[in-house]
């Protein structure tokens, strides 16, 4: 690859390096702006969960579990429409409305009375973020050629990590504000990580451009180099065969790579649910005693080095191309260390166990993202990376009931963990068993 670049004329060079660097610094941040939001109001059940909202609406760790997992029923119906919309109506538009409309949603948390009207607010805020994130690493992916695409997405899910690290304490410092208002603090916290979407998702309207032709702080040269390199590959990929929605449906790859990403995100998940729970744990498993602030302080500490590992992990990926092996290693270092967690003796060695954890998953992500694009383009891109996110995220309601049902049955935490190492062990299988099959048709 360093040849090939060697050999272009500098200034179809310099074309390239400011592009990127201004894609990186003007757009990357803002849709990364907009996915923190997204997860936080996604999780922000699970600090509200063991600082208040589960003794005040009288919850079992299932029904928990379930509230939690509920998102995912209208989530996932809906997600390859609202892709298949993206692609017709553009990015401004679309997500601009999926961020209005799951802002109001999560602000209707701030008044919920019982366990049903948790359930209905929840199935209602999965139905009003479905499309969020595959339009947003569709987005990303048309706006990047090929060997550029892993640093563009790991830039973008540092947001997610960095969600719980600068989230958690913000979450606890909310949740302190107890009786502001004549509410309670979990209370106080739904409404104060809600109305950001609103405010954002109405900047977003104004800010986005969908194409490199509307953004007009690229150059003519910029966008000439952008819209020559993305037609080329488009053109590389399959003779054209990525374009068909139904046959991007119908591809073993896509259904492989939605098996292995369910696995990343039943692990991503049982961590964000159950990580401040767990942790609010400790002072009957261990004897330690922590205020709400000092639980989110802790909950934060496994996820600011998982953002370190992530960018550099990321980095060397797009040094070298993304190769299968970014994916695997990562997926088995999470299989092995997660079940490992509980089974430690002290607070300090359960979070090393579960920052180890955090680490694997969130190195794997951005990784697992560059390939799809590989091999599907157009519509049929859409249609795939919408149905990869389908099936992956059935985890992300499986993960959080099956733990709080096996929780619930067993008494303990721990078998709940060797499902999730199970099935990031199948992953990591999975994805190094596909290498062959989804080498990019662009490289040198």
Known sequence: ???????????????????????????????????????LDRTAISFAGPNGMTADLGLTAAQFGFAAGIFFFGYIVLEIPSNLA?????????????????????????????????????????????????????????????????????????????TTVIGAPLASLLIQAHGAFGLEGWRIMFFGVAVPAIVVGIVTWFYLPDTP???????????????????????????????AVGKALTDGRVWILSVIYFGLVYGLY???????????????????????????????????????????????????????????????????????????????ATIAAITLTACAIFSALPNFWAIPSRFLAGAGAAAGVALINTIGNIAGFAAPY????????????????????????????LVLSISGKVKDPTAG
């Open 213 to 243: 032709n509307e953004a007009s702080w690229l150059s003519q040269a910029e966008k000439t180099w952008l819209n020559g390199e993305l037609a080329r590959e488009d053109r590389a990929k399959a003779g054209g065969h990525g374009r």
């Open 1 to 39: 690859m360093d040849a090939a670049v060697t050999a272009r004329p500098l200034a179809a060079q310099q074309a390239e390096q400011s592009a990127i660097s201004k894609i990186s610094w003007r757009l990357v941040p803002f849709i990364g702006l907009m996915f923190f939001i997204n997860f």
């Open 402 to 429: 099956i733990t709080g049902a096996v929780k619930d049955l067993t008494g303990f935490y721990q078998l709940p963990m060797v499902i999730v190492g199970a099935l990031m062990l199948l992953s990591a299988i």
């Open 270 to 348: 049982a961590l964000a649910f159950f990580l401040p729970t767990i942790i609010a744990g400790f002072e009957a498993k261990f004897g330690s005693k922590f205020d709400v602030f000092d639980k989110g302080l802790i909950t934060a500490i496994p996820y600011l080095p998982a953002a370190i590992v992530l960018f550099f992990w990321s980095r060397d990926a797009t040094r070298r191309g993304v190769r299968t092996w970014h994916v695997g290693i990562p997926a088995l270092v999470g299989a092995v260390s997660i079940p490992l967690a509980l089974l430690m003796t002290t607070p300090e």
């Open 86 to 162: 993206l692609h017709r109506y553009g990015a401004r538009r679309w997500l601009a409305r999926i961020m209005v409309t799951w802002g109001v949603v999560a602000l209707l948390f701030t008044w919920v009375s019982s366990v049903t009207e948790l359930y209905v607010l929840r199935f209602l805020l999965g139905v009003a973020e479905a499309g969020f994130f595959p339009g947003a690493i569709l987005f990303l992916s048309l706006w990047v050629p090929s060997r550029h695409r892993a640093g563009i997405l790991a830039l973008f899910y540092l947001a997610q990590p960095l």
